[in-house]
């Protein structure tokens, strides 16, 4: 069973930065993909950032020049480095990782960030 823990949340203020940080552990089949999540309250769970097996980063719009995704393969670790940070950012974060070989994603509790002036 693989387990997913985050950490790093807190509160900010707008333009200020936050790392996150999330690990994998448990993998039977070794870890293909890791991705970043964000809920905002009343809204949907979406896409933040993504990294393949292949170290290739992906990013929603609204956090391309500001976040960067990093990875650590060896300990199965992703990191989002979050950077100018805005109002719009507060959410509950979430890491979700996906064996090799598998269709699941195994997801974390979950981190909360907040921007407020």
């Known amino acids: 069973q693989v387990q997913v823990v985050e950490s790093g949340g807190g509160s900010v203020q707008p333009g200020e930065s936050l790392r996150l940080s999330c690990t994998a552990s448990?993998?039977?089949?070794?870890?293909?993909?890791m991705a970043w999540y964000r809920q905002a309250p009343g809204e949907q769970r979406a896409l933040v950032a993504v990294?393949?097996?292949?170290?290739?980063?992906k990013y929603d719009d609204s956090v391309k020049g500001r976040f960067t995704a990093t990875r650590d393969f060896a300990t199965n670790t992703i990191y989002l480095q979050m950077n100018n940070l805005k109002l719009e950012d507060t959410a509950v974060y979430y890491c979700?990782?996906?064996?090799?070989?598998?269709?699941?994603?195994?997801w974390g509790q979950g981190t909360r960030v907040t921007v407020s002036s």
């Open positions: 448990g993998s039977r089949f070794g870890i293909n993909t």
């Open positions: 990294i393949t097996s292949a170290d290739i980063a």
């Open positions: 979700a990782a996906a064996q090799f070989y598998s269709d699941r994603d195994y």
